[in-house]
């Protein structure tokens, strides 16, 4: 989730450049991104309906949502869905395609087929490359750079991940290939630098670097500035070397996305709320990483939520992973917790905490326990005759 709220730049659509020259000037423009409400102002490219109805398209889903792309004098419906067909997309995903990202139609045949080339760099046959089209249109049939794109793609390669992670960045940190790859290599090599000065080992400094990216491609996106910023003020603020690896493994790099400011911040809150000193603060920190990553409103709110549940703030502090969960999920563990008998303000906050596949699981022994027999019926008796 947090890779969709890091997302900073909105990528540019396809079309050839000769189309967007040939745009009128006083063409309003929301007509270009928006579906039109004025119907008769504007008059629909009939050949273009009529091509997608062959596909068995739902024109009323493009009016709805995108109907400006009906309205485009030049359209390339077949020579699109012929690039589909030749990779092995059935009618069904070429008209689902169509409607979830209709743009993809104004696009140059010949800038898509490149495109094709590009993705399949990372994907290991055209079967997998449609699966990835049909879940992700909007990520296939938009691109910044593409000679940029292949650098970065080639620079990821050589840097040791894995084409389906890589492949993972296209869909879902497109953003991050819109970088030219000169930035990209200067932040890994920051990154590399980094880790070394606190501490790090030669050996193990390409698992760390992978992981990193693995977890948080968006950290690409940060300054080398903030970078040493980030670090020198967690030495300040006493971390070791060893403590602030810690913390990198355990936030997965989103602690560079932070400024000084909004960590000490979080830390003064922090501090105040649970009246500890300087000491016991950063054993908390070290417990859960999120007291630095969450904004003072976030933690105000979760306490205050975790405390109207009848949680004390020494309950919090022996457990403050507690404070990675929202209040709608707490409310909803303690729920579950209550129908076993358990009363979490007697004890066992811990049982809360975790991921929900980890709560799920420890849910599942508490209540086989609770339904356990004192005693198993089938075991002998010791009787004396």
Request: proline share 4%.
């Amino acid at each position: 989730m947090l890779w969709k709220l890091l997302v900073r730049s909105q990528p540019c659509r396809l079309y050839s450049f000769r189309k967007m020259q040939s745009t009128p000037k006083d063409k309003p423009f929301l007509a270009c991104f928006t579906f039109t409400t004025d119907r008769q102002s504007s008059k629909e490219n009939e050949r273009t309906v009529e091509k997608l109805c062959k596909f068995s398209v739902d024109i009323r889903k493009i009016r709805r949502l995108k109907g400006w792309v009906l309205l485009e004098d030049e359209t390339y419906v077949e020579e699109i869905a012929s690039i589909l067909q030749q990779l092995g997309a059935t009618e069904t995903a070429v008209a689902s395609i169509l409607e979830r990202c209709p743009e993809a139609i104004v696009c140059s045949p010949t800038t898509v087929d490149t495109q094709r080339k590009l993705w399949q760099l990372v994907c290991k046959n055209e079967e997998e490359l449609v699966k990835i089209i049909e879940q992700f249109p909007e990520s296939f049939f938009t691109i910044k750079d593409q000679e940029n794109l292949k650098l970065n793609v080639q620079f990821f390669q050589e840097l040791g991940l894995k084409n389906v992670v890589i492949s993972r960045f296209l869909t879902t940190a497109s953003s991050i290939f819109h970088n030219p790859v000169e930035k990209n290599k200067q932040m890994i090599r920051i990154l590399q630098e980094s880790y070394l000065n606190i501490g790090g080992s030669e050996a193990n400094m390409k698992v760390w670097l992978l992981k990193l990216l693995s977890q948080n491609p968006f950290i690409l996106l940060n300054s080398p500035v903030a970078v040493r910023e980030t670090l020198q003020f967690l030495q300040v603020q006493g971390f070791t070397n060893f403590e602030i690896l810690q913390l990198l493994s355990k936030l997965k790099g989103f602690l560079f996305q932070l400024c000084p400011k909004s960590i000490q911040n979080s830390i003064c809150f922090s501090k105040n709320a649970f009246e500890c000193t300087d000491h016991d603060l950063k054993q908390l920190v070290l417990k859960c990483p999120a007291l630095l990553y969450y904004s003072v409103p976030v933690l105000e709110e979760r306490i205050q939520g975790l405390m109207k549940e009848g949680i004390s703030i020494a309950q919090i502090r022996e457990t403050p992973m507690v404070l990675e969960l929202t209040p709608q999920i707490v409310q909803y563990r303690i729920r579950k917790l209550n129908s076993l008998g358990y009363r979490i303000k007697d004890g066992h906050v811990a049982n809360l905490s975790g991921t929900k596949k980890e709560f799920e699981a420890n849910f599942g022994k508490i209540q086989a326990k609770k339904e356990r027999p004192l005693f198993n019926p089938v075991a002998p008796l010791n009787v004396e005759e």
